[in-house]
Nanobody, 115 residues
Framework: QVQLVESGGGLVQPGGSRRLSCAASGSSIIYAFGWYRQAPGNQREKVATITSAGITNYADSAKGRFAISRDNAKNTVYLQMNSLKPEDTAVYYC??????????WGQGTQVTVSS
């Protein structure tokens, strides 16, 4: 079992930055972390993922603006979001997959980009 606790969401102005954090706890070994997002009326979409080896993958919408990183010692993943746009407004979900493999999701954190 893995429990995920997200933090860092909130209101930010266009062009601003925000960092999301997700701390994982539990006995399972995590293979990869990721962030997904879901805007009203849209399907959940991948933003970025990172494996235990540090291999990253980004959605086209995130490339050049967002950066995913992880602290293996703390079992925590971060999403640094820069140059935010109103279309980045969504609920952001932390995601992990273990070596089992089994997937887990966080409860979601709202990010609103608005002036």
């Amino acid at each position: 079992q893995v429990q995920l606790v997200e933090s860092g969401g909130g209101l930010v102005q266009p062009g601003g930055s925000r960092r999301l954090s997700c701390a994982a706890s539990g006995s399972s070994i995590i293979y990869a972390f990721g962030w997904y997002r879901q805007a009203p009326g849209n399907q959940r979409e991948k933003v970025a993922t990172i494996t235990s080896a540090g291999i990253t993958n980004y959605a086209d919408s995130a490339k050049g603006r967002f950066a995913i990183s992880r602290d293996n010692a703390k079992n925590t993943v971060y999403l640094q979001m820069n140059s935010l746009k109103p279309e980045d407004t969504a609920v952001y979900y932390c995601w992990v997959v273990t070596h089992t493999p089994k997937e887990y999701w966080g409860q979601g954190t709202q990010v609103t980009v608005s002036s």
